[in-house]
């Protein structure tokens, strides 16, 4: 998975120990394990926690990838999207 | 985990681009809005990438820093029982980890009202307040709600959530914003002067992109941008272009996660339960409806006026700089106090305290 701050990066970048405590805007990438219509739980970088499906306003399934604000899903990532927008910026570099 | 957007031959050919195309006879002052953006332009160093004739202010995006002395100070009493109608020591506080240093009128912190008192608990997602209000029901748990249209939602959801399953020992301090206002004056301050804006990619996955409309329609550039640096060196790249060109439109190189729609479902959930209201900014002042306000069928679950507090109460003015940094005046660099009286470790004003504050930003990574 490609997106954004891999955690223990994420960890040095807010120089904290437990990452938890202060990531208040930066979202954080994670993968389904299961859920049901509110709520998942989900694997960050290792560690598995309960999040809300009440903000996330697509369809998701265990295995799909979500972008978790403050304990919330709120949207579904696309890996190979990921890969599609980096060659789009390099196209435009290339303008 | 390997990132592609920090990848380094992929960021030398955006620089180049850049490079090549930004007008050596004229300069471009652009503004990160977003903390976030301020921490990842600093720690990536990508302000040394860019031609001299760039330069990258900080903007009134971290909303710990934008929190005004007067909320902060509300914040600190309740914490120590000081507000009126309180049962001393049966209050508990909620909060963003980000909250706890920053002090208050007096000098205490919510870290001291914790350490005195052990009534504040630092959380991770706001519904972690249910759990602990479930445990303890002789308590009442007020979360401290800071944030722009990114976090809003997450509040929104704790209240809902607590009136849907009957918890009434819970209740929300609202210090949340909203962005449209801050434009409005960074976009009218003749002494701001900036030329284009890189807009917050994670405000923009619940707003979508027309908050942005006003930027263009005065004639400034406006990019939605993630966080790495691909993300931010792309933006500025179409920023130039849309000086360059004088052609400017709301861009988006955050496909990825940002429509233009933004989330409708997040947008209810706030609309739900907040409303708009003015709110009072640190530096900025009063900015009408920029604030958030829980709706009247839900003041059961206002701290505000649960607890009678006053959000116009006076502020004392201090020496920190933090209000002309958040316009976009001044450096944190150029603030007196700034590595000296003021450190992470004595944080006079928000703007060091906050991991996202354009003071810490500049503190950590020398700049
Ligand atoms: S260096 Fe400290 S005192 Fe100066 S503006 Fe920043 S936070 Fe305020």
């Known amino acids: 998975m490609i997106h954004f701050y891999p955690l223990q990066k994420l960890a040095k970048y807010v120089n904290i120990e437990r990452?938890?405590?202060?990531?208040?805007?930066?979202?954080?990438?994670?993968?389904?394990?299961?859920?049901?219509?509110i709520s998942a739980i989900v694997d960050i970088s290792g560690s598995q926690r309960e999040i809300s499906l009440l903000t996330l306003d697509a369809q998701a399934a265990a295995g799909d990838w979500v972008m978790v604000h403050a304990g919330f899903a709120v949207t579904v990532l696309d890996p190979a999207e990921a890969e599609e927008t980096l060659q789009m910026m390099l196209d435009m570099a290339n303008e | 985990m390997n990132n592609i957007?920090?990848?380094?031959?992929?960021?030398?050919?955006?620089?180049?681009?850049?490079?090549?195309?930004a007008d050596p006879e004229r300069a471009y002052r652009i503004m990160e809005v977003c903390g976030t953006h301020t921490m990842s332009i600093a720690r990536y160093g990508i302000a040394?990438?860019?031609?001299?004739?760039?330069?990258?202010?900080?903007?009134?995006?971290?909303?710990?820093?934008?929190?005004?002395?007067?909320?902060?100070?509300?914040?600190?009493?309740?914490?120590?029982g000081a507000a009126r109608k309180l049962d001393s020591g049966a209050v508990q506080i909620t909060t963003f980890g980000d909250m706890l240093r920053v002090t208050g009128s007096d000098g205490r912190s919510l870290y001291n009202a914790k350490a005195e008192r052990n009534n504040v608990h630092i959380i991770y997602s706001p519904l972690d307040t249910l759990s602990l209000a479930k445990d303890n029901p002789d308590k009442h748990y007020v979360f401290m709600a800071v944030g722009f249209e990114t976090t809003t939602p997450m509040a929104a959801g704790l209240v809902h959530t607590a009136a849907q399953?009957?918890?009434?020992?819970?209740?929300?301090?609202?210090?949340?914003?909203?962005?449209?206002?801050?434009?409005d004056l960074l976009l009218a301050d003749p002494n701001a002067k900036i030329d284009g804006f890189l807009c917050p990619g994670n405000v923009s996955i619940i707003t979508g992109s027309s908050i942005y409309e006003p930027i263009v329609a005065a004639k400034k550039a406006a990019a939605i941008v993630g966080f790495e640096p691909m993300d931010i060196l792309s933006g500025v790249l179409e920023i130039i272009r849309q000086i360059n060109k004088n052609d400017y439109h709301v861009a988006n190189t955050y496909t990825r996660a940002a429509s233009s729609d933004g989330n409708k479902k997040a947008?209810?959930?706030?609309?739900?339960?907040?409303?708009?209201?003015?709110?009072?900014?640190r530096g900025l002042g009063w900015l009408k409806g920029s604030g958030m306000a829980i709706r009247y069928e839900y003041m059961d679950y206002d701290a505000i006026s649960l607890y009678n507090l006053n959000t116009r109460r006076e502020e004392q003015p201090t020496q920190c700089r933090c209000g002309d940094i958040l316009r976009g005046y001044i450096a944190p660099s150029a603030c007196p106090l700034f590595g000296k009286a003021c450190t992470p470790m004595t944080a006079v004003g928000p703007c060091m305290v906050s991991s996202e504050g354009a003071c810490a930003a500049y503190y950590k990574y020398r700049i």
Not at chain 2, 51 to 71: E, K, R, Y
Not at chain 2, 269 to 275: A, H
């Open chain 1, 19 to 37: 990452i938890e405590v202060r990531i208040m805007c930066v979202g954080i990438p994670a993968k389904i394990i299961e859920c049901d219509e």
């Open chain 2, 48 to 80: 040394s990438l860019l031609p001299a004739n760039i330069s990258l202010v900080s903007g009134p995006g971290c909303p710990v820093c934008v929190t005004s002395q007067a909320d902060i100070d509300n914040s600190i009493d309740l914490a120590y």
């Open chain 2, 165 to 183: 399953q009957g918890i009434s020992n819970i209740s929300v301090l609202s210090m949340c914003k909203t962005m449209p206002a801050a434009f």
């Open chain 2, 5 to 21: 957007f920090s990848n380094i031959d992929a960021v030398k050919h955006m620089t180049a681009a850049i490079s090549r195309e």
């Open chain 2, 267 to 281: 947008q209810a959930l706030t609309n739900k339960i907040f409303e708009p209201c003015d709110a009072r900014w």
